[in-house]
């Protein structure tokens, strides 16, 4: 559902251990902040099916005691400069069967005597409701973060196999307005089973669309995770995980404010170029995040810029054959 998934500190398996926590300075309400983010074990994503998507191998069977010892852990690494904590599951924060209403709320009471002035969480938005988004917002200033992907039914049911369709996603993020609250976007480029051009264009004219109904766009570059039918279709040599210059195309048309966290810039497996400019690509993207400025972008070149732009010609005659 979000970018920024890495493995770091914590064990595996012990259910009173966050999966990883770090520090970070993002861009929150227009300015850097001082961010802490960690993702808690849950049992994981209920609905579990979409095909890029890995963190099922995350989940493990968690009590609320259990999720209320991670967050205590992860909070361990705030200090006063803290401003923002996000929190991810794997799934959905306001699944009750995920965190449990105990564990939501022994979590919202904390923050807000920690002085946190706002908290990130994710959710798929069937687990909108008025109570849940209103105790969150009774607590502190919150921003629900929705996994979209796309603006396009047909993509997201589909290549995505997501479950939900944007009327949904429509619906929820009203409601959390309605209520007071913030809504961040989450968008794919690329979705499996398009060629680079095509994702590129749907993630141009996703964010177009969802630019009403999001305070906040995160553009995340499709990873290449473990056990997922993705995976599966790399391996076959049928999926390529993003050009960066396909991202710098995206960030540069949409309509800000959107982020992106490059997550595997440079690898096999993560949004790659050539891998002489990727370091570069990847910096690039990161300080856009903080100033939205895409002249950061006008500098940027390599000798692979043509291949890409080949590529983006050559695979509209490919009939659905990737040319990676
Ligand atoms: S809804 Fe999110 S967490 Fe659940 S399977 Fe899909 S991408 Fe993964
Ligand atoms: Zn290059």
């Known amino acids: 559902m979000k970018g920024k998934k890495m493995k770091g500190s914590g064990d595996r398996l ?8 770090w520090r970070s ?36 069977p968690t009590s609320a005691d259990d999720l209320i010892a991670q967050f205590e852990r992860g909070m361990e690494r705030c200090s006063p400069e803290v401003s923002v904590v996000k929190i991810y599951t794997s799934g959905s924060f306001l699944d009750p069967e995920e965190m449990p209403a105990k564990a939501r709320g022994q ?11 706002k908290l990130i969480i994710e959710t ?10 209103e105790e969150c917002l009774s607590r502190l200033q919150t921003e629900f973060a929705m996994g979209l992907e796309t603006a396009n ?22 409601k959390i307005h309605r209520l007071g609250g913030g809504v961040k976007a989450y968008l794919l480029l690329k979705p499996p089973l398009l060629t680079e051009g095509q994702a590129l264009r749907d993630a141009i004219a996703s964010a177009r669309a969802v630019r009403p ?39 540069k048309a949409a309509p800000p404010p959107v982020i992106c966290d490059p997550v595997g810039a440079g690898t096999r497996r993560g949004p790659h170029n050539c891998g002489l400019c990727d370091a570069s690509l990847a910096e690039a993207i990161r300080k856009h995040d903080l100033t939205q400025d895409i ?10 810029k043509k291949a890409w732009q080949k590529l983006l010609e050559l695979e509209e005659e490919s009939f659905g054959c990737p040319l990676c």
């Open 107 to 117: 979590i919202l009471r904390r923050l807000q005597a920690a002085g946190i002035e």
């Open 295 to 304: 002249g950061i972008f006008n500098d940027l070149n390599c000798q692979c």
């Open 25 to 60: 300075q993002d861009l929150v309400d227009g300015r850097p902040a001082q961010a802490l983010t960690m993702i808690l074990r849950t049992r994981g994503c209920r609905w579990n099916r979409c095909t890029m998507c890995g963190y099922a191998s995350e989940g493990a």
């Open 14 to 21: 012990d259910p009173r251990r966050p999966v990883s926590v």
């Open 153 to 174: 039914d047909l993509i997201r049911e589909q290549l995505i196999r997501k479950g939900f369709l944007f009327q949904d996603f429509v619906r929820a993020s009203e």
């Open 213 to 251: 109904y999001a305070d906040m766009i995160s553009l995340n570059l499709c990873n290449v995770q473990r056990n997922t039918p993705v995976e599966r279709l790399w391996e076959r040599g049928e999926f390529r995980p993003p050009w960066l210059w396909s991202a710098l195309e995206v960030l």
């Open 124 to 133: 798929r938005p069937e687990y909108v409701n008025s109570s849940a988004v």
